[in-house]
Structure formats: C-alpha cells, structure tokens
C-alpha cells in the first residue's frame, strides 16, 4: 500500500513523505503507482520551476519533501496534488491511504 503523510502547521503543509508500492499490479505494470508518481513528481517540479519553495529532502522510496516558503503559488500546487491524490485514493482505497497530521 502507498502511504502519503501530509504534515500541517497552523493548517498548512509544511511536509509530505510518499512511500511504499501500491500492489494493485507488478512494478512496472502498477497504474496506481504509475498515477502517484505522475502527480507528485510533476507539483514537485512544477514547484521548483517557479519558486523553489520546497526542498526535496529524500528522492526515493519512501519520497520526501518539506516547504520552505509558504507562497500562494506553492499552496495552490500542493492543494491540486493532495486533491489529485485523493480522487486516486477514491478509486483505490486497497491501495493507498492519505493521513494529515496537524503539528502544534
């Protein structure tokens, strides 16, 4: 199962970490990690192209990242990729599940 972690504080997401295989499929065939990793790589980069408000902090599995710089254009490409990731977990609720956590 993926594992998307997504840490608040003061309601905004200050880290995600990504991890695990989905096993709805073989590596390599797996539509469900094929769609998570479409979406969060594509807001990573999109991220780093404009801003650079984020700093990727592990790169493989389990995939990192914290913000940096809390920005609206930052907070807008994080919001699409966690709603994104949820309407695949929608979908595939055997295959991976979204925690938020809110830090004090």
């Known amino acids: 199962m993926i594992s998307v972690e997504i840490n608040k ?14 096993g709805y499929e073989r590596v390599g065939k797996d539509i469900v990690c094929a769609a ?8 990573i980069n999109a991220i780093l192209n404009f801003k650079k408000t984020i700093e ?6 389990p995939l990192e990242f914290r913000v940096l710089e809390q920005d609206e ?12 990731l949820k309407e695949v977990e ?4 055997k295959y991976i599940r979204m925690e938020e956590k809110n830090e004090c």
């Open 56 to 61: 990727v902090t592990k790169q493989d599995n």
């Open 90 to 93: 929608k979908e595939y609720k």
């Open 36 to 43: 998570v990793s479409s979406i969060v790589i594509t807001s």
């Open 9 to 22: 504080k003061k309601d905004k997401v200050n880290r995600i970490r990504i991890s695990g295989h989905s």
């Open 73 to 84: 254009t930052t907070e807008k490409l994080i919001d699409n990729m966690i709603n994104m």
